[in-house]
């Protein structure tokens, strides 16, 4: 019998190496991600700085290379500053972008010493809403100078005297939205982040830039906006961020599942137009692109209309994921893989609590999201170079997509490993499916495991009584060998991890 889809891996056909920043995430102060999530003073498993030791043992066994941080909208009306010094010392202050009170007894330097700890480095946003270049540089200043000046020598006062040497930077969040504190047009976010770009790099030139694309595919000016603000920022910057989440609100299942489509546009399209600027500068200069901020978000929309504002830490955007939603965080994550050449970095928003893989209970337990495993495995097992996915697949049409593959796959090469990895979702929603992967171009491959993330229910999840609802299985079962092709049955509706020694 004749599979539905085939992936033919050539070892010499490569997309490209894998930034391990292509497996990022996100703290945002924003609902019980900061405070309840990483950082519990009085929590039974909090450690000596209040950093709850369950949390960060889910998150290094997540492999985070890269956490951004403090936002989101949150960083667009925030003063830095008023999260360094003596904790008892700093000030409470309404938050305008999630109508919440910070009180700011976590900041800059807890978060580098709770990414320390949790084995990530840290990404800074700056505040380019309310702020600009001077108070850009001077957080540069306070970071990353080694000492000697007044704003190093402050952090040095704090305890802290090694620079944090923070590579990566976003120039604000999100500006060409409505919502966002201090939104702007094209041109003007175009020039204020090309004039903090410059003095940032004046004060530590081995900083790397990202400067805020499109909020979203629906946004009005994408992607004039992309086009807008490079040609004032290109020579200036490193990455454009791409930020995009998706739902099934409607419950169109088939649609859901095809969102990734949506995403392969998306990043085509930012390439093609950074490309352009390229052009038209007579640049030499490649933009490479930042997918900052990525993730299934609607199930909380309702919930949070209803809560009070004011209050600190209130469970804001605390999406419950199903089963089905971790095959789209799958689909997702196998998007950025196949365009690993220019999508360098990607931070899944968000990381605790806040539309996240991991929930805690105040005072109590934390578990795993469906989302949590599919993001797992591509961290884990995602590095090395894509293989340029040579892909056939049966397709279907939805009211959203027309000839979608039923099975999307790419695959990862780990030479130092000697491992081969593919990654792949069944989007059929009521047949099984069989996937050959054709593995002649190495020499003796042999088949590892077969990991599935399968359930009888889409809608199932995973809570605090009943955590292990949704986790995958490893066996070798379900995959026959003839010569070097295998062949893989994926279950229907289903998370594929498929690891080869070659
Ligand atoms: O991640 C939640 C929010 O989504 C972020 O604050 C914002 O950047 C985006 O709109």
């Known amino acids: 019998m004749s599979s539905a889809a085939k992936i033919k891996i050539e070892k010499d056909f490569q997309v490209g190496k894998v930034d391990p920043r292509l497996f990022g995430s996100f703290i945002e102060h ?83 010493d709770w990414c320390r700890k949790a084995g990530s480095e840290p990404m800074m946003a700056v505040n380019l809403g309310t702020r600009g270049p001077n108070e850009a540089r001077e957080l540069v200043e306070y970071a990353n100078h080694p000492s000697g000046t007044y704003l190093s020598d402050l952090r040095i006062r704090h305890g802290y005297r090694e620079p944090h040497r923070i590579r990566t930077w976003c120039l604000g969040n999100e500006m060409d939205g409505p919502w966002q504190i201090g939104g702007k047009t094209a041109s003007e976010y175009g020039r204020i982040a090309l004039e903090s770009a410059k003095v940032m790099k004046w004060v530590d030139p081995s900083i790397e830039l990202v400067v805020c694309g499109s909020s979203s595919t629906e946004m009005p000016t994408y992607p004039e906006w992309e086009a807008t603000v490079l040609e004032h920022t290109y020579d200036h910057v490193d990455y454009i961020s791409l930020h995009r989440y998706y739902g099934n609100r409607d419950g169109d299942t088939a649609s859901f599942l095809a969102s990734s489509l949506d995403m392969d546009d998306f990043i085509h399209t930012v390439i093609a137009t950074a490309d352009y600027v390229k052009a038209k500068k007579r640049s030499k200069k490649k933009m490479y692109l930042s997918f900052d901020e990525w993730n299934v978000w609607f199930h909380s929309n309702d919930a949070d209309k209803k809560i009070e504002p004011w209050q600190i830490a209130p469970p804001q955007l605390e999406d419950v994921y199903t089963f089905e939603d971790a095959l789209v965080v799958g689909c997702m994550l196998i998007s950025l893989l196949k365009r690993a050449d220019r999508v360098k970095m990607a931070c899944l928003a968000q990381l605790v609590n806040v539309i996240a893989p991991i929930m805690t209970e105040n005072g109590g337990r934390a578990w795993r999201q469906t989302i949590y495993y599919p993001y797992m495995h591509a961290s884990v097992y995602g590095r090395g170079t894509v293989l340029v996915p040579l892909v056939q697949s049966s397709k279907y049409d939805c009211r959203k997509y027309t000839d979608v593959p039923h099975v999307e796959a790419v695959a990862v090469h780990n030479g130092e490993a000697g491992e081969l990895t593919v990654f792949a979702v069944n989007r059929h929603l009521s047949d099984a499916l069989g996937l050959d992967i054709d593995l002649r171009s190495f020499e003796n491959a042999s088949l590892i495991e077969h990991i599935e993330l399968t359930s009888d229910d889409l809608k199932a999840v995973n809570t605090a009584d009943n955590p292990d609802r949704v986790k995958p299985v490893s066996g070798t079962a379900r995959v026959a060998k003839e010569d070097a092709v295998f062949t893989a049955q994926l279950p229907k509706a289903s998370w594929n991890v498929l690891r080869f020694k070659v």
């Open 30 to 112: 924003l609902g019980r991600a900061v405070y309840g999530g990483l950082y519990e003073p009085g929590h039974p498993s909090a450690d000596e700085q209040g950093f709850r030791t369950d949390v960060l043992e889910l998150v290094k066994a997540l492999q985070v290379p890269i956490v951004r941080y403090p936002g989101g909208n949150f960083v667009s009306g925030y003063n830095w500053e008023d999260g360094v010094g003596p904790i008892g010392q700093r000030k409470r202050r309404l938050e305008l972008a999630w109508r919440t009170i910070e009180p700011n007894t976590f900041g800059l330097n807890e978060f580098v």
